[in-house]
């Protein structure tokens, strides 16, 4: 696990951003999950602007999202909406490489496996994502894995339905078993809500039921702000 911390929150989406693009270089096609929340999307941002844009070939990414809230596509609160919206709407993404989840239909158990069909026929089976972006809630949450709730203790499905206990309603996520086996897995943390939160989760007691995001393993990047960082005894290697 390697930690990178930046001074501001526009640095940490800079690095983001020079992150995506190196990545993306590598390897064609080339598989992302999205994060829905505001972290990823100031990030989304500047990958649409005129900065990074023209660096990448948008034609040979596959776009996934590493969960979705159950809500139509239009909906506020769509993390297809605020990634489309605020990126892939202004580039050059063939149609056929956005797989969104339709959480729009009725029957929540089909779209989880239209979903999981979707992943296993672009990605082959297991799943093997190159890149994952992922946030982390002040509670310790990622994606839509919450604290104690039932989607943690998936270890077959490579996507399940999740209830949110705070907001009411349901998620959909990918479950550990697929973010676990990704090429990649970057954390994007910034601001001071997330401190307390990011020292349990990267410096406490090892507890993935009350801290979801420590369920996360392999190949990962946190990439942090000086904010986020604050309550951390070791905040990784500072990128001026
Ligand atoms: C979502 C995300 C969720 C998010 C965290 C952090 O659907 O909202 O998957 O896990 O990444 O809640 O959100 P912020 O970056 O907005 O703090």
Redesign the pocket.
């Given at each position: 696990m390697r930690i990178k911390r930046y001074s501001t929150p526009k640095e940490l989406s800079h690095a983001g951003a020079a992150l995506f693009c190196e990545r993306v270089t590598e390897e064609k096609p080339f598989s992302v999950a999205l994060?829905?929340?505001?972290?990823?999307k100031a990030l989304y941002y500047l990958l649409s602007s005129s900065v990074y844009r023209d660096k990448i070939d948008w034609s040979q990414i596959d776009f996934f999202w590493?969960?979705e809230?159950g809500v139509p596509p239009e909906h506020y609160d769509s993390?297809f909406r605020m990634a489309n919206e605020v990126m892939l709407s202004a580039l050059p993404v063939p149609e056929n490489r956005i797989h969104r989840f339709e959480a729009e239909k009725p029957d929540l158990n089909n779209v989880v496996s239209e979903y999981e069909s979707n992943l296993v026929t672009i990605l082959g089976d297991p799943p093997i994502i190159d890149l994952v972006l992922?946030?982390?809630?002040s509670d310790g949450?990622?994606?839509?894995l919450f604290p104690h709730s039932p989607a943690l203790e998936e270890k077959n499905r490579w996507v399940t339905i999740n209830p949110h206990g705070q907001l009411g309603g349901h998620r959909y996520t990918l479950t550990y078993p697929t973010l676990n086996q990704a090429k990649e897995v970057v954390f994007l943390v910034s601001g001071k809500a997330k401190a307390n939160a990011l020292q349990k989760v990267l410096e406490g007691e090892k507890n993935p039921k009350e801290l979801p995001a420590q369920g996360i393993t392999g190949n990962i990047l946190w990439m942090i702000d000086e904010d986020a960082a604050s309550k951390l005894e070791n905040g990784g290697e500072f990128i001026q």
């Amino acid at each position: 696990m390697r930690i990178k911390r930046y001074s501001t929150p526009k640095e940490l989406s800079h690095a983001g951003a020079a992150l995506f693009c190196e990545r993306v270089t590598e390897e064609k096609p080339f598989s992302v999950a999205l994060s829905g929340g505001s972290t990823p999307k100031a990030l989304y941002y500047l990958l649409s602007s005129s900065v990074y844009r023209d660096k990448i070939d948008w034609s040979q990414i596959d776009f996934f999202w590493g969960d979705e809230r159950g809500v139509p596509p239009e909906h506020y609160d769509s993390n297809f909406r605020m990634a489309n919206e605020v990126m892939l709407s202004a580039l050059p993404v063939p149609e056929n490489r956005i797989h969104r989840f339709e959480a729009e239909k009725p029957d929540l158990n089909n779209v989880v496996s239209e979903y999981e069909s979707n992943l296993v026929t672009i990605l082959g089976d297991p799943p093997i994502i190159d890149l994952v972006l992922l946030g982390m809630g002040s509670d310790g949450h990622t994606a839509s894995l919450f604290p104690h709730s039932p989607a943690l203790e998936e270890k077959n499905r490579w996507v399940t339905i999740n209830p949110h206990g705070q907001l009411g309603g349901h998620r959909y996520t990918l479950t550990y078993p697929t973010l676990n086996q990704a090429k990649e897995v970057v954390f994007l943390v910034s601001g001071k809500a997330k401190a307390n939160a990011l020292q349990k989760v990267l410096e406490g007691e090892k507890n993935p039921k009350e801290l979801p995001a420590q369920g996360i393993t392999g190949n990962i990047l946190w990439m942090i702000d000086e904010d986020a960082a604050s309550k951390l005894e070791n905040g990784g290697e500072f990128i001026q």
